[in-house]
Each structure stands twice: as structure tokens, then as C-alpha cells.
């Protein structure tokens, strides 16, 4: 089976500070995505990336970078937490091409920045 | 841009009984990828169900299948004998598969209560 792993459930951040949400997968994904969830509007892509060292924006990059050292990791990072980043954010990976394109979720971190 | 609507921000059944929920979506693609995924309360998200654009069979996979309907771009998803662990956010999306691009774009959800 599929794992993703993400290193929080839970995290709490001050205004200003700089956040690292982590993100592993074991199954040899080339595709791994941050998606940010909130009631009422479902999940937004953030960044996404489909190969090591690669990313692309997605629907709402203002405010994270990302990281893609290995092709297992991949990092969101939020330069300077801001409140309105309080939100839960889910990690994703799928095979690519040669798979069924199923998007395989991690169990979420929930941040609240204050 | 691709948009997916699911117009039924909440629904209860009873257990056992049977329910549908509908999503519809724009697009000009004529391959591409519907899914439904289920989110159970503070649990991991999972994929229920899949149909190929290029299918014309619905997809079932035991108690959950689909209404995919091309031409009114719609895709419904049927439960039936509705089970208390079927209580969750459920979530249409779309993919257009291309050279670099895998991204879901995905509805706001459907919030289902099965009532015992």
C-alpha cells in the first residue's frame, strides 16, 4: 500500500515565523502536490511537482515556496506564517503517465498560526 | 480553466437506504479523468471511485458507482445500502492529463450524514 506521511498532525506558529511542513511518500511517486483545505472551499492546489528539483504554481502559491531535494520529500514552506495561513494542509502523491493518475493523501497537518 | 461544481453542500440517509450525490463540470477536454474521493471525519482522504472520460460504462466499485453523463458533463455518485461509515466529506474532481500536468481540480464538497 501507498504511504504518504506528513510530520505534524498538529501545528502551532507565531505571526512572522518561518514554517516547514513535510511531506514523504514510500511508493517511488514522480508527482507530489500541497493542497490547503478550508470549509466551504474545498482543496486548492498550492504547488505541485513532477520530478525532483522541479515545481510548478499552483492555484494559490502567494506566500509558500516548496522544496523537492529528493524524489521521496517534499517540502511546503511558509516564509513568514501570516494568519490567514491558518488552515489544514494536505500532502499528495500519484505515479504519473504510467499509472492511473489516483492521488494518494497524507493524513493533514492542521496549522494555526496565531 | 476547469471548474467542478457540486451543488449539495450537505446530505443525510438513513442507513441502509440510498443516496446521490451530483457534480457537474466545465470543460472543453474531450480526454480526462473523474474521480470521487471520501474524506471520513479526521481521517486520511481516499479515493472511491474513478471513470475514464473515454469510457462509456460507469464505473462500480461494490456499494458505490457513478452516473457519467459526456454530453451534460455531469458525474453523480450513487451509495447504495448506506452504512454509518459512509459519514464524510465526499469530493468530485477532475483531471486533464498532460506532459507535466496532473493536477486535481476538485469541487467543494458534499458533506454526508448517514443517520442510524
Known amino acids: 500500500d501507498v504511504k504518504v506521511t506528513q510530520s505534524s498532525r498538529y501545528l502551532v506558529k507565531r505571526t512572522g515565523e518561518k514554517v516547514f511542513l513535510e511531506c514523504v511518500q514510500d511508493m517511488d511517486h514522480e508527482n507530489m502536490f500541497w493542497y490547503r483545505q478550508d470549509p466551504g472551499l474545498g482543496l486548492r492546489l498550492i504547488y505541485f511537482?513532477?520530478?525532483?528539483?522541479?515545481?510548478e504554481k499552483g492555484d494559490i502559491p502567494e506566500g509558500y515556496s516548496v522544496s523537492r531535494e529528493k524524489k521521496e520529500r517534499f517540502s511546503l514552506i511558509l516564509e513568514s506564517a501570516s494568519t490567514n495561513q491558518t488552515s489544514m494542509y494536505l500532502c499528495?502523491?500519484?505515479?504519473?503517465?504510467?499509472?492511473?493518475?489516483?492521488?494518494?493523501f497524507g493524513p493533514g497537518t492542521r496549522l494555526t498560526v496565531t | 480553466a476547469q471548474t467542478v461544481t457540486q451543488s449539495q453542500p450537505e446530505m443525510s440517509v438513513q442507513e441502509a437506504e440510498t443516496v446521490t450525490l451530483s457534480c457537474t463540470y466545465d470543460t472543453s477536454e474531450n480526454n480526462y479523468y473523474l474521480f470521487w474521493y471520501k474524506q471520513p471525519p479526521s481521517r486520511q482522504m481516499i479515493l472511491v471511485i474513478r471513470?475514464?472520460?473515454?469510457?462509456?460504462q460507469n464505473a462500480t466499485e461494490n456499494r458505490f458507482s457513478v452516473n457519467f453523463q459526456k454530453a451534460a458533463k455531469s458525474f453523480s455518485l450513487k451509495i447504495s445500502d448506506s452504512q454509518l461509515g459512509d459519514t464524510a466529506m465526499y469530493f468530485c474532481?477532475?483531471?486533464?492529463?498532460?506532459?507535466?500536468?496532473?493536477?486535481?481540480?476538485f469541487g467543494k464538497g458534499t458533506k454526508l450524514s448517514v443517520i442510524p
Open positions: 474532481a477532475f483531471m486533464k492529463p498532460g506532459a507535466g500536468s496532473y493536477q486535481l481540480t
Open positions: 511537482s513532477y520530478d525532483v528539483k522541479m515545481k
Open positions: 499528495a502523491s500519484s505515479l504519473g503517465p504510467m499509472g492511473s493518475y489516483e492521488q494518494y
Open positions: 471513470q475514464e472520460a473515454y469510457k462509456q
